[in-house]
């Protein structure tokens, strides 16, 4: 079935952080809405790479390299087998993320943040 997703409307119907929500499926991709509170934690992904798109607020990507700051309308690609760490910059951070549908939060580990069935919105 074909519709549309009011974002304001999607962020607004779940209040949990860093447990993404599926906002849709494209072929074998998923976009996933989640709230950033705080850091994550480090982790990869072995095949997936993630699309993290700021909706409101502030974050950072962590990695090895050196930090990436992301501002409200940006957006980074952290590719597969990049160690990352997102962190909200500001008190609450709305992200849109576009990943394979096999792509756990957490990456590779497993822990009380792992979200292995998310939600649908």
Not at 47 to 64: S, T
Not at 82 to 87: F, G, I, L, M, S
């Amino acid at each position: 079935m074909i519709g549309k997703v009011n974002l304001a409307d999607a962020f607004a119907s779940f209040s949990d952080h860093w447990s993404p929500k599926i906002a849709g499926d494209i072929n074998d991709m998923q976009v996933k809405l989640a709230k950033f509170e705080g850091k994550f934690d480090w982790h990869h992904h072995e095949r997936e790479d993630e699309l993290f798109l700021v909706v409101k607020g502030r974050m950072r990507m962590g990695l090895r390299s050196g930090d990436i700051d992301l501002e409200e309308g940006e957006m980074i690609i952290v590719p597969h087998g990049v160690e990352h760490c997102p962190e909200a910059l500001s008190e609450q951070c709305h992200m849109l993320m576009l990943e394979p549908n096999t792509t756990l939060n957490t990456g590779t580990i497993e822990t009380e943040r792992t979200v292995s069935n998310p939600e649908r919105l």
